[in-house]
């Protein structure tokens, strides 16, 4: 069992920044890739972003490319989302999820692919 934690939400003006992190308990963090997605109101959770276990490979969705970047520090089991030039589309409560993988090299960007979930929280792009 891993236990995710999400932190680092909040409002934030458009043109900003907000860092994400997503903390790990439980089993060990090795071989899980992490994920990142979000909701918005009256949409579907989307994939954002995600990174194998040992920083290898991670792949973003379009829309964040070149503004977000993921990261993790595996002796801290901590994934960041780093956010940069936030827009009012990127409003969402933000996800952790993670998912085992023996090879340490597969990912996803389907929600059923992830065992683990976070509790989400919530960023606020005001425009």
């Known amino acids: 069992q891993v236990q995710l934690a999400e932190s680092g939400g909040g409002l934030v003006q458009a043109g900003g920044s907000l860092r994400l992190s997503c903390a790990a308990s439980?089993?060990?963090?090795?071989?899980?890739?992490v994920g990142w997605f979000r909701q918005a109101p009256g949409k579907e959770r989307e994939f954002v972003a995600a990174?194998?276990?040992?920083?290898?490979?991670?792949y973003y969705v379009d829309s964040v490319k070149g503004r977000f970047t993921i990261s993790r520090d595996n002796a801290k089991n901590t994934v960041y989302l780093q956010m940069n030039s936030l827009k009012p589309e990127d409003t969402a409560d933000y996800y952790c999820?993670?998912?085992?993988?023996?090879?340490?090299?597969?990912?996803?960007?389907?929600?059923?692919?992830?065992?683990?979930w976070g509790q989400g929280t919530q960023v606020t792009v005001s425009s």
């Open positions: 439980g089993r060990t963090f090795s071989y899980y890739t």
């Open positions: 990174i194998t276990w040992n920083s290898d490979s991670t």
């Open positions: 999820a993670a998912l085992y993988s023996n090879s340490g090299r597969y990912y996803s960007t389907e929600r059923a692919q992830y065992r683990y």
